[in-house]
């Protein structure tokens, strides 16, 4: 992730909401109160997930903003919980025991 952090300004940005602005996503403020903690927690894994880093730095910053809006859309576009990496949501998912696998308890 050193080349994102390379990327002129990122240094300087602090919320959801700054990194949206300096990398021109249109969102809706409303929306990203709700989802920030999400949107940047999932934004931090696609940036690690990059194999391929272009070598231009405006290339770079595309891949960025690209990144942040795929990001913004999946929330967007979904709740939070189905999109959501916390574990704390993936504690929610159903469980299921087949018939097979209980057994009696006696006393």
């Given at each position: 992730?050193?080349?994102?952090?390379?990327?002129?300004?990122?240094?300087?940005?602090?919320?959801?909401?700054?990194?949206?602005?300096?990398?021109?996503?249109?969102?809706?403020?409303?929306?990203?109160?709700?989802?920030?903690?999400?949107?940047?927690?999932?934004?931090?894994?696609?940036?690690?997930?990059?194999?391929?880093?272009?070598?231009?730095?405006?290339?770079?910053?595309?891949l960025?903003?690209?990144l942040?809006?795929?990001?913004?859309?999946?929330?967007?576009?979904?709740?939070?919980?189905?999109?959501?990496?916390?574990?704390?949501?993936?504690?929610?998912?159903?469980?299921?025991?087949?018939?097979?696998?209980?057994?009696e308890?006696?006393?």
């Open positions: 992730m050193e080349w994102f952090l390379a990327l002129d300004g990122v240094d300087e940005l602090e919320s959801a909401e700054d990194f949206l602005n300096h990398f021109s996503v249109e969102y809706q403020p409303e929306k990203v109160r709700v989802i920030r903690l999400h949107l940047m927690h999932r934004y931090h894994e696609l940036l690690a997930e990059q194999i391929y880093i272009p070598a231009d730095q405006s290339e770079r910053f595309a960025a903003k690209a942040l809006a795929k990001t913004y859309q999946i929330f967007d576009t979904g709740t939070v919980s189905k999109q959501s990496g916390f574990r704390v949501y993936r504690r929610l998912d159903p469980l299921f025991f087949p018939l097979s696998q209980l057994s308890v006696t006393l």
